[in-house]
């Protein structure tokens, strides 16, 4: 009879077979009743699996991460149960979990409205509140294909006949109502809770091929418990005020047109902000020993093929035919031209590690629907580097790097990162040995820096392992920015080679570097990281001159001049406007200081001074107060 094995090391034996329930109960009335799932030797299964022979059991709780998962996937099942209890002969399709929550696809000829959300939502609170008994059951395969046939579940009946015919068919019953599924799930609907919401409905092809029938996909979100579940409303609403497309409009920054799909109209203020990121990264490049170089955006299609980016990216590359028959592409990235740069001239041991930086302008075509603002676009610029260094070098290298994008996310605002570590594919370049020094040297940088790391096994690029950077933001989103990457292939596929101490021709590493990853999608995250509210340095409309009438005019334009003068981005508003009014629409625009005059300032030659957010006022010297503006208008470098 089985002994089972706890993740402590225990060992409780029992004396017939058992299931899940009875382990929990075993071990402490609590846990059997906040238990969801188990693991068993690793594998995920129903509190309701057999056991008849030794093996190790964790009890999941809603509080772990597979918890979680599991009560989102009983939600998704949830859902179709109360769409088809409201809309009968709707047709279920497919319903996974995703991030913060789940959702399910729908083939029906009505249109899902706003208040068909909100009935169904309510009669997902009554199947919860039924507490509707799970039950798992294995079918033949032609049962189950004739089975939903029968009462017009076609989508249903495809997929079973897409799985392959060795693999195991399991239908789960919540109740009366069932659906195909490979589980597991939890005892009863009754433990799913209550902390869910439908967020929206939109359409979706089926399979993905817009040759096939438009679905309709209601999205919702479930969480272990209320307050969980309000956080992320909250961070829901907050996300929808901070849209840098609406911040764009109101702050006059940018534009996107159809003409040219995934492609930046950059306004006058929003190519301030650029530049201004651009200087900034410039002197942090040159202190810390980088060359910029620029490199063509347009190459003949013979390198990409040279270089093995033909054969993995040639589908989302922009090409073009000459008169003369040549295949050019627009870069999708600036690697190649980076190392045709490196290989002009000899190169010694002598001159590694050469930093080359680059910001670069990149065409990917990207699918028009994932189209988003600035976050996802067709043509973007990188901040990128290549560091070619010797494999002694690799370690220095990575902490060097490491440390740098530390610096440029402190100095921009953002305290909470994240590292991603990813080691050695499966399918991979290079020698073991060189790939050992590289992933130690990565390792080495992930733990000076003292920062959280998570480690995903087996998922760096074939030709490296590498890191990415996750910055999370105000409102506790996440994103992934900058990454480090160690390329052991291109530079031998592209003939990059340098003269050793000892004579000898040996291939360069290669490091692949990004800090912003694009510059447009960093922009678009620092729009609604501040809501806006950009810091002084970084806004691109820094101060306006507001005079209380027009007889202080003059005065204003005087302000204006010196401003200007000190490197301060200003405009002056001589509109025939009253003065709360001004106020108001230069705030609305997120201008971070506005300098106001009438009589007292004109006599006094001062100049009163408000903050961006702040009804109280400072009134200061003309002097002083550009002097105290300039000093808060320098780069955060120390």
Not at 132 to 160: C, L, Q, S
Not at 417 to 437: A, F, T
Not at 528 to 551: F, R
Request: aromatic share 10%; glycine share 6%; hydrophobic share 35%.
């Amino acid at each position: 009879m089985p002994d089972i094995k706890l993740p402590d090391g225990k060992k409780i034996p029992f004396s017939k077979t058992i299931d899940g329930f009875e382990i929990a109960k075993k071990i402490s009335k609590s846990l059997a009743k906040d238990a969801c799932i188990m693991s068993v030797n690793g594998k995920l299964r129903d509190l309701s699996f057999s056991i008849d022979k030794d093996v190790q059991v964790k009890i999941i709780t809603k509080k772990d991460k597979e918890g979680l998962e599991v009560i989102r996937h009983d939600a998704a099942h949830v859902l179709a149960m109360a769409v088809q209890e409201l809309f009968p002969g709707t047709q279920v399709t497919i319903g996974p979990v995703i991030k913060d929550g789940f959702y399910y696809d729908f083939s029906r000829k009505e249109t899902f409205t706003d208040e068909d959300l909100k009935k169904i939502e309510n009669k997902m609170k009554e199947i919860v509140d039924r507490d509707e008994p799970t039950k798992r059951e294995v079918w033949k395969r032609n049962e189950a294909i004739n089975h939903f046939k029968k009462i017009g579940e076609h989508y249903k009946a495809e997929i079973i006949e897409d799985i392959p015919k060795n693999e195991e068919l399991s239908i789960y019953h919540h109740g009366k109502w069932h659906d195909l599924c490979k589980g597991p799930h939890l005892p009863s609907t009754g433990k799913i809770g209550k902390a869910f919401k439908l967020t929206k409905v939109s359409g979706a092809y089926w399979r993905g091929d817009s040759n096939n029938e438009m679905l309709q996909r209601i999205y919702g979100t479930c969480w272990s418990n209320k307050k969980e579940l309000d956080e992320y409303l909250f961070r829901l609403e907050e996300a929808e005020k901070r849209d840098h497309r609406k911040l764009a409009k109101e702050m006059d920054l940018f534009h996107f047109r159809e003409e040219s799909p995934g492609a930046v109209f950059w306004h006058h203020k929003g190519w301030t902000l650029f530049q201004t990121l651009v200087g900034y990264m410039r002197l942090k490049q040159k202190r810390a020993g980088y060359k910029e170089i620029n490199t063509p955006e347009i190459l003949d299609k013979n390198l990409w093929e040279q270089s093995g980016h033909w054969e993995k990216f040639g589908e989302n590359m922009f090409t073009s035919e000459t008169p003369d028959k040549k295949t050019f592409a627009i870069k999708p990235m600036n690697c190649p031209g980076c190392l045709q740069i490196f290989n002009q001239g000899l190169k010694s041991y002598r001159d590694l590690p050469l930093r080359l930086s680059e910001f670069g302008k990149v065409h990917r075509y990207e699918p028009s629907g994932a189209l988003h603002g600035l976050l996802r676009v067709r043509a973007f610029t990188q901040d990128d580097a290549h560091i070619f260094c010797t494999e002694d070098q690799i370690t220095d290298e990575c902490l060097s790097v490491t440390n740098l994008i530390l610096e440029i996310y402190k100095d921009l605002g953002f305290k909470n990162v994240l590292l991603q570590y990813s080691d050695r594919p499966q399918k991979r370049v290079g020698d073991d040995k060189i790939w050992d020094k590289a992933e130690s040297a990565l390792l080495k940088a992930i733990k000076q820096s003292k920062l959280k790391y998570e480690i995903n096994k087996g998922e760096g690029a074939f030709y490296g392992p590498k890191i990415d950077f996750v910055l999370r933001d105000t409102i506790g989103r996440d994103w992934q920015c900058g990454t480090l990457q160690v390329d052991l292939n291109l530079p031998s596929r592209l003939g990059a080679s340098y003269v050793a101490s000892d004579g000898s021709k040996k291939v360069p590493v290669m490091l692949h570097r990004a800090l912003f990853g694009s510059l447009e999608r960093f922009i678009g995250i620092l729009i609604e990281h501040y809501a806006g509210k950009l810091p002084l340095w970084l806004a691109p409309l820094q101060v306006v001159v507001l005079p209380i009438a027009s007889e202080f005019d003059n005065y204003a334009k005087k302000i204006f001049e010196q401003c200007m003068k000190a490197g301060i981005n200003t405009e002056v508003n001589l509109k025939n406007q009253k003065i709360n009014y001004k106020i108001r629409e230069h705030s609305l625009s997120k201008v971070p200081l506005l300098l106001i005059c009438g009589e007292k300032e004109v006599k006094s030659k001062s100049v009163t001074i408000r903050k961006l957010g702040s009804e109280k006022q400072e009134t200061l010297s003309l002097d002083r107060a550009i002097k105290k503006i300039s000093q808060q208008n320098k780069f955060p470098i120390n």
